[in-house]
T-cell receptor
């Protein structure tokens, strides 16, 4: 079945460091790929998405590219800020389906 | 501007009791979802609904009941709560079921079953 494997955390970085959170997926067909972010005490918010191969999603300085050949959707940011401290979830959904499959989440803490 | 709300935000109950978690959305989205979030598992789908009076099971439906008599409401009931149902529960909604559709999440309900 469809599934998502996400880099385990927690991750601790200094402010202005480079961030990569790895995400790979297993799916039949051509899924859409998402990154959601969860700030402390809140629900999940969409960070970015990509719906076809080679698409790049971007938002708030974060980027991820849909790599069909490696079934990956790694999240990157060139210079993290303290306000980026949150839990990040990779997710996929089949183009004809209702169900999202989420990774286990990666906790990021950015220290000044 | 309410979006999607959940109540209560925090709930403590005892094993065997019935508990209902409420979810309300103001966007008139067709689809609504219930997830539970547990350490090491991420989010897992419990039930979803495509429209009023249409519901279907997700990955982990056992022990839960849902209903959707109105488009805007999607309550989740634990008929006889168990300790394994201690979790954070998130409600979500989306315009349609297409794979490209974004799901919008509520703030969550933290449930502790003693």
């Amino acid at each position: 079945g469809d599934s998502v494997t996400q880099m385990e955390g927690p991750v601790t970085l200094s402010e202005e460091a480079f961030l990569t959170i790895n995400c790979t997926y297993t799916a039949t067909g051509y899924p859409s790929l998402f990154w959601y972010v969860q700030y402390p005490g809140e629900g999940l918010q969409l960070l970015l998405k990509a719906t076809k191969a080679d698409d790049k999603g971007s938002n708030k300085g974060f980027e991820a590219t849909y790599r069909k050949e490696t079934t990956s959707f790694h999240l990157e940011k060139g210079s993290v800020q303290v306000s980026d401290s949150a839990v990040y979830f990779c997710a996929i959904t089949a183009n004809t389906g209702n169900q999202f499959y989420f990774g286990t989440g990666t906790s990021l803490t950015v220290i000044p | 501007d309410a979006g999607i709300t959940q109540s209560p935000r925090y709930k403590i109950t005892e094993t065997g009791r019935q508990v209902t978690l409420m979810c309300h959305q103001t966007w008139s989205h067709s689809y609504m979802f219930w997830y539970r979030q547990d350490l090491g598992h991420g989010l897992r789908l419990i039930y979803y609904s495509a429209a009023a009076d249409i519901t279907d099971k997700g990955e982990v439906p056992d022990g839960y009941v849902v209903s959707r008599s109105k488009t805007e409401n999607f309550p989740l009931t634990l008929e006889s709560a168990t300790r394994s149902q201690t979790s954070v529960y998130f409600c979500a909604s989306s315009v349609s079921a297409g794979g490209q559709e974004t799901q919008y999440f509520g703030p969550g309900t933290r449930l502790l079953v003693l």
